[in-house]
């Protein structure tokens, strides 16, 4: 019984001490849901979670990333992720979805910029997750597209990471056949592509 009484008080102190862990939230589309992998502990979200347990840091990592969701369906759901996980740090992956239907450019950059906001209000620092979209879309809109991440973290004086998908998006060994999607393979290269970013705000 004494035991038993140990191992319950063990628990929920194992409990208490996640649920006390700043959070870090992954708000993001399908890249960062792990689409198409088969199991979701292969995505680059739950390996970035590894990696901080393995270098000393006490984050708890929330994945609220939607397959098919763009930063206007972000926008709208910000705010009760923001009141429900109370996160250190918001790391903001939208916009690839806004590119592939064409939408325009303007709206998605103040949609971003809202996010922003709404995180920094709530106390977050905010990591912005660039994205490309390839050159079929024309020349005008693709440039305009490109454009928005460094002019966003410029203006709004936040991190970011140029292009999410550098050095895997072109790599047919990194990618699903659907062209858009990193397969497993790709998921540690891209969380190489954020942990140069992220490193320097987090804290121990």
Do not use: C
């Not at 879309?137 to 460094?150: D, I, K, L, M």
Request: charged share 15%; hydrophobic share 45%.
């Amino acid at each position: 019984m004494k035991r038993l009484v140990v191992l319950l008080m063990l628990a929920l102190a194992a409990v208490s001490a996640n649920a006390a862990a700043p959070v870090i939230l992954v708000f993001g589309d399908s890249i960062s849901a792990g689409y198409g992998l088969p199991h979701v502990e292969q995505g680059w979200v739950a390996l970035l979670q590894a990696r901080l347990g393995d270098q000393g840091y006490g984050y708890r990592v929330v994945n609220a990333s939607v397959s098919g969701e763009t930063t206007a369906g972000g926008l709208a759901r910000l705010p009760r992720a923001l009141d429900v996980h109370h996160p250190a740090i918001v790391m903001l992956e939208l916009g690839g979805n806004d590119g592939l239907r064409a939408l325009p450019v303007e709206q998605m950059r103040d949609n971003l910029s809202r996010m922003v906001g709404l995180a920094e209000a709530a106390g977050a620092k905010v990591l912005l997750l660039g994205m490309r979209i390839p050159p079929n879309y024309g020349p005008q809109y693709t440039a305009q597209f490109n454009r928005v991440f460094s002019s966003l973290a410029r203006d709004r004086r936040v991190p970011y990471v140029p292009f999410l998908l550098n050095e895997v998006a072109l790599s047919s060994d990194l990618m699903q056949p659907d062209g858009i999607h990193p397969n497993q393979a790709g998921q540690p290269r891209l969380l190489d592509n954020v942990w140069p970013v992220l490193r320097p705000l987090l804290r121990r």
